[in-house]
């Protein structure tokens, strides 16, 4: 039996910290070691135990580094020994169910009797569809985004007025397709421009993930005043309760939040919509550049003309509902990469043109748009950001960092681009953006990876 003063220390992502103990169903390297030096080696069962019945699970692992999908096989359980010289021994965690809102999963070492003699909490941070948020769910993310609102700016006074005017500014220079008659990196770019958003969330709470508007079914608690708002009958207002944390969401001219419709009892986009656009049917695109404006046009575009208001232009992120909105584009994409496995970023197939930008507009093609080029605002260099009328037009003036996040790629100075942007589950090549979507796992196909009996 172990002695008393015996302690184990669990690290998750390998670091000391406890700012990174967030997963998602990528696996993420963890390691464990005895605090202090010992005369023997111990050997102890990693588990886990969720705190509350709704709360997260995650699975264990040992493998070749790193774990890819053709070697995924996720233990409830996992028996390691922790070496007397006190080294570390190095394993794997993954989500394989969404907690609900709160670090609710105690990672555990545990000798022989099940003494636990060493733990850390961790949860399964997953993006989630917005009508089954819990309340807990719903009111973290409220209270977090009416704090973000306020939050001083890098380029404008406050950062909302930074995301919606850099949309406004970028919006039909490369981040649109303008229907169809100009090529976009309109999806790796709101991608990065959704990490950016929900990494300034959580570090305001690091338990909230960003969760999609699903706009092809009716969504009555999303368009509620105690959510994001109740269309207010005859008129182009939106209620929000009195206590809802973003009651008297205005512009900065004051202005109060309008749309023209809401989606609480008739959805924008029909049911078969995703599943054609995604490849799970006969007859799509099989490539990006065919994809990406097919998705803009036919999916992207009519839930914001449905919605209309503030949602109807190019300042479109002054609606808080533009970031569920994207979300839902964002995971339709996903899908299409899944169905089509579409995550090696040096393929065209999953996006296009690669390399980088050669000097001269070719195609319409702009710097900006090739797979390796950094991507505005992030990007710090002065460059060829011009329309292809205008090559030499740095018109953007602006520029912000992409915000930190410890033990994740694309923090401070390592700019986001488009490839960068592709495997965000780091299913090729093994390093994940640290963002999910709770229908869409980590293995290929559509399986879950989830344990059984522990749905």
């Not at 961790?122 to 993310?141: D, G, I, P, W």
């Not at 049911?271 to 404006?293: E, I, K, N, W, Y």
């Not at 488009?418 to 709770?438: E, N």
Request: aromatic fraction near 12%; proline fraction near 8%; include cysteine.
């Amino acid at each position: 039996m172990a002695k008393a003063q015996t302690v184990a220390l669990i690290e998750i992502r390998s670091s000391p910290q406890t700012d990174d103990d967030f997963l998602c169903w990528s696996p993420v390297p963890a390691r464990a070691k005895l605090s202090q030096p010992s005369s023997t080696d111990l050997p102890v069962t990693l588990r886990s135990a969720g705190v509350g019945p709704s709360a997260g699970v995650v699975g264990f692992m040992v493998s070749p580094s790193p774990v890819t999908r053709a070697n995924y096989a996720p233990e409830n359980e996992l028996q390691i020994v922790l070496k007397a010289d006190g080294s570390w021994t190095e394993f794997y965690l993954m989500g394989l169910k969404a907690s609900d809102g709160n670090k609710d999963i105690a990672v555990r070492a545990e000798v022989p009797d099940g003494t636990a003699i060493g733990q850390t909490m961790t949860m399964v941070r997953v993006r989630k569809n917005a009508e089954q948020l819990s309340h807990r769910e719903r009111n973290n993310f409220l209270s977090a985004l009416a704090q973000w609102k306020i939050m001083p700016g890098l380029a404008r006074p406050t950062r909302f007025e930074d995301f919606f005017t850099t949309h406004g500014d970028a919006f039909s220079h490369g981040i649109h397709s303008a229907f169809g008659t100009k090529p976009s990196n309109f999806l790796p770019w709101h991608r990065a421009f959704l990490l950016n958003f929900e990494r300034e969330l959580q570090f305001i709470d690091p338990t909230v993930s960003l969760p999609y508007w699903k706009f092809d079914e009716p969504s009555p608690r999303l368009f509620n005043a105690d959510f994001l708002g109740a269309k207010v009958l005859g008129s182009n207002e939106v209620d929000l309760a009195a206590t809802n944390p973003i009651r008297g969401w205005s512009s900065p001219s004051g202005q109060l939040l309008t749309r023209a419709r809401a989606a609480d009892t008739l959805a924008p986009i029909a049911t078969d919509v995703l599943p054609a656009l995604a490849c799970s049917m006969h007859g799509c695109p099989d490539v990006f550049r065919q994809t990406t404006d097919t998705f803009e046009m036919n999916y992207h575009n009519g839930a914001h003309g449905f919605i209309q208001g503030w949602l109807g232009g190019a300042t479109s992120p002054r609606d808080p509902l533009f970031f569920l909105l994207h979300a839902n584009v964002d995971r339709g994409w996903a899908h299409w990469q899944q169905a089509r496995d579409r995550y090696d970023s040096a393929s065209n197939r999953s996006y296009s043109p690669e390399g980088v930008y050669p000097g001269s507009v070719q195609g319409g093609m702009r710097e900006g748009l090739y797979a390796n080029d950094e991507m505005w605002p992030w990007s710090q260099k002065q460059g060829n950001w011009g329309t292809p009328n205008e090559p030499d037009d740095d018109w953007l003036p602006y520029r912000f960092s992409f915000p930190p996040a410890l033990g994740l790629p694309l923090s401070g100075t390592d700019y986001p681009t488009p490839a960068k942007m592709i495997d965000y589950m780091g299913v090729f090549r093994g390093a994940d953006l640290g963002f999910c979507y709770d229908d869409l796992h980590y293995m290929s196909g559509g399986s879950s990876g989830v344990i059984a009996g522990e749905q």
